[in-house]
């Protein structure tokens, strides 16, 4: 029987082993990330059952014959209207208790299995399982590393745009295009070209605004490769730093430099974000790094775990994360370093390949 | 007071009319568009409560100034977590019973409210309001009309791609290229380029195929103009069309031409949908043609009406819909051809510009 290769037949057995602590008989996977994750399928619609003697993917029509060329050892079963279809599939079991992603089913689909499956319990577990994919194997390493080389090589040819008179805009749709072009199958994210003032909003969208002497250019993208995504954050200064410009990129440096540091197996999320925080405090401008230190990357972008504050988390061996402090000042500029990094055992590999030393370009 | 020129302040106005025929006291909008529509906030999250005494706008810290500076006669609350948000809100009112958007709120949030919104009935009404946005004023045709023009510009210059030896997804990095640099904000949704027996999936991802002699090619594309969206197929032979090809071409075209043809204020959707499967099953096509033969487009690519067999919709002047009618040869090849439309009293006028004859290229 053939196997999707991006797909290991040890995922379902590690989600299966988590039915027994969580007292349920099966799980219904609704979210598409999740549902790739442990089937390969790829398609952008669907919801998987997995008990001990089910497991069973759910498409509409569109995506039948895709469901069976992708995913093995696993039944298809094809519904018209979903809602409809989840509740046909769990009838057709004798389940009594189901786990399901309360986060990625909506109201309306709820209360529609609620209506029919009176003798079922269904039992909300969002929170248990968000972090089903933050380890990853090495195949999902090799895309992820693959995502970050494909964005560094296309960032490598926009260099000339980053220039007095050229616009966000212009910048971010050449960078964009080099990036498919490069192999990604597309951008990670909509790419961020924040100018001036402009990058003083963390998630400003690339605009007119035209580059001057003295600016700040923040330039935040990525890749997908086979689903996986690279995150990676520059800060330059075109033409002329100035003295403040100078100080706070050494700050966030220095934050960067230090929670990545601290970076390793065992380490927990808050304690990392606390180190870059207490940097950034340290200079009286905590108020102005205003999101967390960094989150985890795979099939999302973002995905567990998270680095912040209140984060419950705990690195593991495995996991790739970004580790990126910003600082924010209002009506003026904005800078951000962001790196994506494995976490070993010991320490971190660094996946994102441009150098964040402070640059000026001319 | 400045307005938002893209909102006109009747859309809450009419909302809020139908606040007596629902018997709720405010409704509570999640769809991220729909909050566009009645605000003008272009971020990619929040929510909306409207009442006959409340208009309020959240959302988190990333947005917060983006909204003051979009959002006008509506109060702006900033949120650390969007369900404590909500609930922070809708507590400080003395509001009883809430309409909200089933399909676009959560589990897990509705469960949170639930818990500490006790004495407020939360009445779940997504069906109702699903088609508050499918008549289009003036301002929103023009930016519709916008993204058509840029889609076909784009086209225009990719023809030259059209031809044996180039690969789907080169033709598919070209024309998304293309789209953004004619003006566009992106492109309308994940390009479709399908050549040859790829193009019997209605929903094919360009791949790395190259064209052949005597291949379809079809391309289903589209503009973003101020959130605004444009939705057109076009099916062509490549070198030598076979006599099929021609034939089922010649078919779709008809069952196209005789739907639109019934397109005007006051018909049933389920009635447009109905006059073009009856042409294609009249060929015995019928079990080819697996999907609606249109939508609605605005803020969403795909938004109400539905133009589909079991639509209860009735079209109205100023809706855009499109009219996309399609025959897929398991194995062999598939043709749609789409246009979209605006609705008038006594017909339609079509937006998309590429015309739709037979058309092999060479």
Chains 1, 2 share one sequence.
């Not at 390969?40 to 509409?60: C, E, N, P, W, Y």
């Not at 208790?97 to 909300?124: C, D, Q, R």
């Not at 200064?237 to 700050?251: F, H, N, P």
Request: hydrophobic content about 40%; proline content about 2%.
């Amino acid at each position: 029987m053939r196997h999707n290769s991006s797909v290991s037949p040890q995922r379902i057995s590690k989600v299966l082993s988590r039915l027994n602590s969580h007292n349920v008989e099966a799980l219904l996977f609704l979210d598409i990330k999740n549902v790739r994750y442990l089937t390969g399928f790829t398609g952008s619609d669907g919801a998987l059952l997995i008990g001990k003697r089910q497991k069973l993917l759910m498409v509409d029509g569109r995506y039948t014959n895709q469901a069976k060329r992708e995913v093995h050892d696993v039944e298809i079963f094809q519904y018209r209207e979903k809602a409809e279809g989840i509740e046909a599939v769990i009838l057709d079991t004798s389940l009594k208790s189901i786990g399901f992603e309360s986060t990625a089913m909506n109201v309306s689909n709820y209360m529609k299995l609620k209506k029919k499956l009176k003798s079922v319990k269904l039992k909300p577990m969002s929170h248990e399982i968000d972090t089903i994919r933050a380890v990853k194997d090495k195949m999902e390493l090799s895309y992820i590393r693959k995502a970050a080389d494909i964005a560094h090589e296309a960032l490598g040819t926009v260099y000339e745009f980053i220039k007095p008179g050229v616009s966000e805009k212009d910048i971010a749709i050449e960078l964009d295009y080099r990036i498919v072009r490069a192999g990604a199958e597309e951008v990670s994210f909509s790419t961020i070209v924040a100018t001036g003032v402009n990058s003083s909003q963390p998630h400003a969208t690339p605009g007119s605004r035209k580059i001057k002497n003295g600016d700040v250019v923040m330039i935040d993208y990525g890749a997908v490769c086979n689903g996986y995504h690279s995150d990676e954050t520059c800060t330059f200064i075109v033409g002329r730093a100035d003295k403040k410009q100078t100080e706070v990129y050494s700050l966030v440096k220095e934050a960067h430099d230090k929670a990545l540091a601290g970076v390793k197996a065992g380490a927990t999320c808050k304690g990392i974000d606390h180190i870059a925080r207490t940097c950034i405090e340290g200079e009286d401008m905590g108020k102005y790094f205003t999101h967390g230190t960094g989150h985890g990357v795979g099939l999302d972008v973002h995905e567990a775990p998270r680095i912040a504050d209140k984060s419950e988390h705990i690195l593991e061996a495995g996991m790739v994360v970004t580790i990126e402090p910003g600082v924010y000042i209002p009506g003026a500029w904005g800078i951000r370093i962001e790196d994506m990094v494995i976490v070993k055992e010991n320490g971190f590999e660094v996946l994102t390949k441009v150098p964040k030393d402070f640059t000026v370009l001319h």
